[in-house]
């Protein structure tokens, strides 16, 4: 039979003493009989009562509302689908509406149809979040789902360029999704799970590219591709860029339907409007209520702290959108251009395994470390890992120069030179997962809970305009560095030099950003 020990512990504690203002000490002596020798008891001395208390337990995390989460993530996944669904055929698109035969000027044209979309997104954010704080997210939500679905339609019936450009800012007009999205995730979840819940904004932007390949890449020239299927379809044939984009438009009504049945609204303002107004006398009239509605939310209204965040957030998807379009061009550079040379199987193959390593990162890694971590410490941690990145980054070259000098076997070198630059992208996408996620908690966490639409609209607003402007600054750095014949530093790692310069700005800034705004570790 196992007998339990006692433990005494001497110590002094100071007491107010009521009756004459002064403080005290006293020596209290504390007998803890559950311990056993080799065992630690998580005991402290309440502050406020006379008895020994023991520590609580960690809170158990709150199981995730994954009927309302599914509906979010049909409205997420739609966003990066329709937002990218042309960029795979978007070359071959302009070349059909016969506007000129100069490469150059295909790509200016390009440039339109893209920017046309953040730009129209730009200008209507702030507006839905207004909407969504006044008369709630399931509305707003609903409106974009069916606008996006409207207006991906209306693109793959494009005949001419000005169509193509009025569809697309239709469709950026109708897209301010995201953030109402991010306001509705904040307001049904609590500290123990809303890490785990804003992961879905990266599971789903990663599925809504793969389906962009899938959809643009196999789908469009239906009557050429399949002839067994679609080669008799004159329709297919006067449109064959509609069959991707109907693909695409069918999943937002699917979304549509499913959110008009079932997704519940989760603003707080217009849910105890809807329980004051069930309570109120039957003889007040419809006016008074009227009368009785919230102030308009307004951008004057969003505090210095979701200022900051907000900054920080836009700073890095300005880089963050930069480096992804930069990507492409610097690994399948010829070596002349001081480029890595891969082949497009090569580069495929590196997106599908950051594609594996970003859901881990997102579902797995991430959720346990905001448990043990500060969301905001992860976050200047992240910028840490980004400016070291692409800081080396451009040092690949020399890499592989090095890796074909120093091993006699290609295949070796090949292998070797590969795990080099995985292994370099896997911290950058392992810093995508933290960087994203952090600074969208932080941007709901930051708001008040009447303008929380307004302040993620704003923010999807600034977003938006980075998206616009980022793919042709860095196009045009890119394209600078590689003319003239420029030497270090002006030469191919300028533009990675100009990232880490942002990246560093973005940590000394996030300094500004309170702890209030965060998350805390090991709740």
């Known amino acids: 039979m196992n007998k339990k020990n006692t433990l005494t512990k001497s110590y002094t504690t100071s007491i107010i003493d009521d009756n004459s203002s002064s403080i005290r000490s006293y020596p209290i002596s504390i007998e803890d009989e559950s311990y056993i020798p080799g065992t630690r008891t998580k005991s402290y001395q309440s502050l406020y009562y006379d008895s020994l208390e023991e520590a609580p337990e960690p809170p158990k995390i709150t199981p995730l509302p994954k009927l ?10 739609s966003e990066p689908l329709t937002s990218t669904i042309l960029f795979p055929f978007i070359y071959f698109m302009l070349k059909d509406f016969h506007l000129s035969d100069d490469e150059k000027e295909i790509g200016t044209y390009a440039g339109w149809i893209t920017s046309i979309f953040f730009v129209a997104q730009f200008c209507t954010a702030i507006t839905w979040g207004k909407v969504s704080d006044r008369y709630g997210r399931r509305p707003v939500l609903l409106i974009g789902m069916l606008g996006n679905a409207i207006s991906v339609c209306m693109f793959g019936l494009s005949k001419n360029i000005w169509w193509a450009i009025g569809s697309r800012a239709f469709c950026g007009a109708m897209n301010g999704n995201a953030g109402v999205a991010r306001s509705m995730i904040s307001e049904i979840t609590d500290h123990t799970n809303r890490a785990a819940a804003f992961s879905l904004f990266g599971l789903c932007w990663g599925i809504g590219m793969i389906g962009r390949f899938i959809f643009c890449g196999f789908l469009n020239h239906p009557a050429e591709h399949f002839p067994s299927l679609f080669g008799s379809n004159a329709f297919l044939k006067e449109y064959p860029y509609s069959l991707p984009c109907f693909v695409s438009a069918t999943g937002s009504l699917i979304g549509f339907m499913i959110a008009y049945l079932c997704l519940k609204e989760s603003n707080p303002i217009i849910l105890k409007k809807q329980r004051d107004s069930e309570q109120v006398s039957l003889l007040k009239s419809n006016d008074t209520l009227a009368a009785e509605a919230s102030p308009k939310p307004s951008i004057r ?18 880089y963050s959108l930069m480096f992804d379009e930069v990507l492409p061009l610097y690994f399948t550079a010829p070596s002349s251009a001081e480029g890595l040379n891969l082949s497009s199987a090569q580069f495929a193959k590196m997106l599908t395994i950051m594609g594996i390593l970003q859901l881990v990162v997102q579902f797995k890694i991430y959720p346990g470390l905001t448990r043990r971590f500060d969301i905001l410490k992860l976050c200047r941690f992240s910028f840490f890992i980004f400016a070291a990145v692409f800081f080396v980054f451009p040092e690949l070259t020399v890499c592989k120069r090095w890796w074909m000098q120093h091993m006699s076997n290609p295949w070796a070198s090949s292998t070797a030179f590969e795990v080099t630059y995985n292994f370099i992208l896997a911290w950058r996408f392992f810093g995508n997962c933290l960087t994203f996620t952090s600074l969208g908690i932080m941007v709901s966490t930051s708001a008040a809970p009447e303008i929380m639409g307004t302040v993620n609209g704003f923010c999807q607003s600034c977003v938006a305009l980075t998206r616009a402007i980022a793919p042709t600054f860095g196009g045009t750095i890119w394209s600078y560095s590689l003319k003239d014949g420029h030497t270090y530093p002006f030469d191919y790692h300028f533009i990675y030099y100009i990232m880490t310069i942002m990246t560093l700005i973005n940590l000394c800034h996030s300094y500004l950003i309170p702890d209030s705004v965060s998350l805390s570790g090991r709740k």
């Open 68 to 77: 309302q989460l599914f509906i979010i993530s049909i409205v997420l996944f």
């Open 301 to 318: 209204q969003i505090s210095k702290a979701s200022l900051h965040v907000i900054f920080a957030y836009a700073l890095f998807a300005f």
